[in-house]
């Protein structure tokens, strides 16, 4: 058995080497998900921090996505504006929940982490971003606020 594993390794070295790549990869975000300070919810978790706990979302798009649909009474700031600390009204909402929100839902978590590292306690980033709330039909507002 271990023999014909070498040969087929020897014969497929490239096939081999992305199939180790790719077990890495797995195993690097499992571990990296596992000791994240932030968590992913799903949208039924952001609808009950909103509505039950204060809860604070902060979208991460741009000004012009933003405007053209946000989750009600949501904080727009930029990446780059929570890595410099320019965080604005947020400041006084460290104790309660804040979501983070992205297009999809791949964004979010360095943001996320960057919050934690700036004192905010509960940081949670939205599964599948906004993409995966109106996939869901929930409603947006429309406008700076």
Do not use: C
């Amino acid at each position: 058995m271990l023999q014909e594993i070498m040969q087929f390794i020897s014969r497929n070295t490239i096939l081999s080497l992305a199939w180790i790549a790719l077990l890495v990869a797995v195993i690097v975000l499992t571990v990296k998900s596992v000791f994240s300070k932030s968590k992913d919810i799903t949208r039924a978790q952001v609808i009950h921090l909103i509505n039950k706990e204060d809860g604070i979302v902060v979208d991460l798009r741009s000004r012009d996505d933003f405007r053209r649909g946000h989750i009600i009474g949501s904080v727009n700031l930029t990446p780059s504006e929570i890595k410099d600390h320019n965080l604005g009204e947020l400041e006084k909402h460290k104790k309660q929940p804040v979501i983070i929100v992205s297009a999809n839902g791949l964004e979010s978590k360095t943001p996320a982490e960057n919050l934690v590292k700036a004192g905010f306690e509960q940081v949670y980033t939205l599964k599948e971003g906004i993409a995966g709330w109106t996939g869901e039909n929930l409603p947006l507002a429309r406008g700076k606020k």
